[in-house]
C-alpha cells in the first residue's frame, strides 16, 4: 500500500474503532501527517485532541464540539503590512479564525521582495510551467483557468494530471498556487488597483502564467518507477510547451539512474529552465540529492523570514544556486482551501515564478540567461561567495529583471550533455519528442557578486564525478512532507458574505512520508 494511501485510510476511518484490523500501526506511525479537505478532519498527533474546523459556509455558524477547546485567532496586520496571530498558543489546543483577506495577508513575500512591483512589467502572461509533482487541483477557485489539462506518468493517477495517486493532490495544489495563483472574489473586496487577478485568496508570483500538471506516483503501489516516470515526466513537460519546470521533490542521494540522462539533457536541447527543491534537514536529509544535483538544473534552498538560513526547511549542498523563503508559508490546498507549511518545495516555486515573469519580459532569453539573471542578481549571504548554505545568495526579482541582457551561451549551472559525454562516455541522441499527448486545454540596485562563468567546464562540480548508480538505490519522496513544522488547514468557498475561514490546526506536523526504494535498473 502506498504511503499516501494509507494516509488517506486514515482519514477515511479516524477513530481507532472504525479502522480495518491491522491499520492502527500504520495509522500511528502516519498521524498527523494529512489533513483531509473532504472530511475537514484531522489525523491525531500522539495525544493531541481531536479538532474540527470552523465552517465558513455561514457567518453564524460554529465549530462541530471537539474534546479540546476551541482558540479563536484573528489577523492583525503588522507594521509591514502581513497578518499575524493574536495569540502564540501552541496550535494544538484550538481551531484558528481569520478575516477572508488573511490569506492574502499571509503572503508576506510578495512585498518583502517586491514582487509586486514587478506586475506593471510582466504577470506570467504566455509562460507555460510544468509542476511535476502529486497533481494539481485546477478546480479551486484560486487556479481556475490557469491550470491546463496536463498528464500523469505513473499510470495510477488521473490522465489529466490533476490527480494522482492518493487522496488528495495536496502537494501539487500548494505548489501551483504559488507560481500562478490568481486569487478569487470575495462579496464586501474591490480589486486592488494595480495588481493583476482577484482581491482575495492565494495569489501566485506569476497569476497569469499557466500551469502545466503532471503527477507521479512516489510510492509502491502498481504504476510505473520512478526511474520511468521522471524522464517521461520531463519530455512530457518539454514536448507540451513548458518553457520551466517545476520540480519541488527531491531524494537522499546526490545520484540519479542513468535513466533519467536523456531527458534532462533533452530539456537543456530545448531551452527549458528546470527549478527543483534542495530538500529539508527536517525530513532528515542532509545533503541535496536528485534531482537537484543534476547539472544545469536551478536548485532553491529556504531562508526564514529574517532572510536567515532555515534549519529545518532547508539543507545543504553545493549545488544550490539561491535560496527563497520557506518558512511560515501559506498555499492553496484541494478542497478550496488553503494550508500554512515550510519547506524549499515552496521555495522553489517562488523562484519559478520569477523565472515565468522574466521569459514573458524578455521572450527571446535563453534558460542559461535567465539562470543567469537569477544566481547574478542574488543578495550575497552567509559566507562570501557562493557556499554550500546560500548558494549564490538570497534571490532578488527586482533586481532579476532590472539587469541588462546576460551575455552567455551556456548555462552556468552546468551542462548534462556535457556531463554525460564525459561521465557516461557516450553522447547525447539528438532530441526527439515524447509520444503524442492531448491538446491542452484552459481547465535600487546594489553591488552583486560575481556570477559564475559560464563556459566552466562542467568536471568543475566536483560533487558529479561519484554519480555512478549501477546497483545503488534511488529514494524518492516529496521535500515538503518531512519539513512542514506547523500544518494548518483553512477551508474557505470563494464569494462567501461571511468572509470567514475556518483552520484546523495541528501541533507540530512533521509530515513524516517514508522515503520509499526504488530498485535501480
Known amino acids: 500500500m502506498d504511503w499516501f494511501e494509507r494516509v488517506a485510510r486514515c482519514v477515511r476511518h479516524p477513530l481507532d474503532g472504525l479502522r480495518p484490523a491491522g491499520l492502527n500501526s500504520v495509522c500511528s506511525r502516519a498521524a498527523g501527517a494529512v489533513v483531509s479537505a473532504a472530511l475537514l478532519t484531522l489525523l491525531p498527533l500522539g495525544s493531541v485532541s481531536w479538532l474540527t474546523a470552523v465552517s465558513a459556509t455561514d457567518s453564524s455558524s460554529s465549530s462541530t464540539a471537539s474534546p479540546s477547546p476551541k482558540r479563536e485567532v ?301 544566481i547574478a542578481s542574488a543578495d550575497d549571504a552567509g559566507a562570501t561567495g557562493r557556499d554550500p548554505l546560500y548558494g549564490y545568495g538570497v534571490f532578488n526579482p527586482q533586481d532579476a529583471m532590472a539587469l541588462p541582457a546576460p551575455k552567455v551561451t551556456a548555462n552556468p549551472l552546468g551542462s548534462m550533455s556535457e556531463w554525460i559525454a564525459v561521465h557516461r562516455k557516450h553522447q547525447v541522441s539528438a532530441p526527439s519528442p515524447s509520444d503524442a499527448a492531448p491538446v491542452h486545454e484552459e481547465g535600487e540596485n546594489i553591488v552583486k557578486q560575481a556570477a559564475p562563468d559560464a563556459s566552466r567546464p562542467p568536471e568543475d562540480r566536483g560533487w558529479l564525478p561519484p554519480v555512478i548508480v549501477g546497483a545503488l538505490l534511488v529514494w524518492v519522496t516529496i521535500i515538503t512532507a518531512g519539513a512542514v513544522h506547523r500544518l494548518h488547514r483553512m477551508h474557505v468557498r470563494a464569494g462567501d458574505a461571511a468572509r470567514q475561514v475556518g483552520t484546523a490546526v495541528r501541533e507540530q506536523a512533521h509530515h513524516a512520508a517514508e522515503h520509499v526504494p526504488h530498485p535501480h535498473h
Not at 509591514?80 to 496571530?85: E, K
Not at 512589467?121 to 494539481?136: E, K, L, S
Not at 520551466?244 to 530545448?270: H, L, R
Open 74 to 374: 484573528t489577523a492583525t496586520p503588522s507594521p509591514s503590512g502581513t497578518a499575524v496571530p493574536n495569540s502564540t498558543a501552541a496550535p494544538s489546543q484550538g481551531t484558528d479564525t481569520a478575516s477572508g483577506d488573511d490569506v492574502r495577508h499571509r503572503e508576506y513575500w510578495l512585498n518583502d521582495y517586491g514582487i509586486t512591483s514587478l506586475w506593471s512589467q510582466a504577470t506570467g502572461r504566455g509562460v507555460t510551467v510544468a509542476v511535476i509533482d502529486t497533481g494539481v487541483d485546477g478546480s479551486h477557485p484560486d487556479l481556475t483557468g490557469n491550470v491546463l489539462r496536463g498528464t500523469d506518468v505513473s499510470g495510477v493517477g488521473s490522465e489529466d494530471g490533476w490527480k494522482g495517486l492518493g487522496a488528495e493532490p495536496m502537494h501539487g495544489t500548494e505548489v501551483a498556487s504559488l507560481i500562478a495563483g490568481h486569487g478569487h472574489d470575495t462579496q464586501g473586496y474591490s480589486a486592488i488597483a494595480g495588481q493583476p487577478g482577484k482581491p482575495t485568496g492565494m495569489i501566485g508570483v506569476a497569476p497569469e502564467a499557466k500551469i502545466l500538471p503532471i503527477s507521479l506516483n512516489m510510492g509502491t503501489t502498481g504504476g510505473k518507477s520512478i526511474d520511468e516516470q521522471i524522464p517521461a515526466a520531463v519530455r512530457y513537460a518539454v514536448d507540451h510547451g513548458a518553457q520551466i519546470i517545476n520540480m519541488s521533490i527531491g531524494s537522499n542521494k546526490t545520484s540519479w539512474p542513468q535513466s533519467w540522462d536523456d531527458a534532462f539533457a533533452y530539456a537543456e536541447q530545448k531551452g527549458v529552465l528546470i527549478v527543483a527543491a534542495a530538500g529539508n534537514r527536517g525530513s532528515g536529509l542532509t545533503q541535496v540529492g536528485a534531482p537537484a544535483t543534476i547539472p544545469g538544473v536551478l536548485t532553491v534552498g529556504g531562508v526564514d523570514r529574517n532572510k536567515q538560513i532555515s534549519e529545518g526547511s532547508s539543507t545543504q549542498g553545493i549545488s544550490i544556486a539561491v535560496v527563497a523563503p520557506s518558512t511560515d508559508m501559506i498555499a492553496a490546498a484541494p478542497g478550496n482551501g488553503y494550508m500554512l507549511w515550510s519547506g524549499s518545495s515552496a521555495a522553489a516555486p517562488l523562484v519559478t515564478g520569477v523565472a515565468a515573469l522574466l521569459k514573458q519580459k524578455y521572450p527571446q532569453e535563453s534558460a542559461a540567461q535567465l539562470a543567469q539573471r537569477l
